[in-house]
Nanobody, 119 residues
Framework: VQLVESGGGLVQPGGSLRLSCAAS????????MGWYRQAPGKQRELVAG???????NYEDSVKGRFTISRDNAKNTFYLQMNSLNPEDTAVYYC??????????????WGQGTQVTVSS
């Protein structure tokens, strides 16, 4: 199983980016998914999470600006980021709880994608 992220890049303050995370491989089902970020010198933190039933939660600083969503048919989930500011600069990682069979599941991580907010 692999999680492949895309959509990072350089954006000006106030701008928007949409991150995608596609899961591939032998997948029985995908449970909770999440986006994390890690800025230089800081610990990795949960930015947003979404359950299989699409209940969501957000880190306080991104509430109202970021939206997490998922497409279960495509095994893909997204993070729409609006009103970006320099404090959002970090490497963003996707994480998913994936079952590869009826009885086997574990967490998987993407490779990370850099988001830089700068003028």
């Amino acid at each position: 199983v692999q999680l492949v992220e895309s959509g990072g890049g350089l954006v000006q303050p106030g701008g928007s980016l949409r991150l995608s995370c596609a899961a591939s491989g032998t997948i029985f089902s995908i449970g909770a998914m999440g986006w994390y970020r890690q800025a230089p010198g800081k610990q990795r933190e949960l930015v947003a999470g979404i359950t299989r039933g699409c209940s969501t939660n957000y880190e306080d600083s991104v509430k109202g600006r970021f939206t997490i969503s998922r497409d279960n048919a495509k095994n893909t989930f997204y993070l729409q980021m609006n009103s970006l500011n320099p404090e959002d600069t970090a490497v963003y990682y996707c994480n998913a709880d994936i079952k590869t069979s009826r009885f086997m599941d574990r967490d998987y991580w993407g490779q990370g994608t850099q988001v830089t907010v700068s003028s």
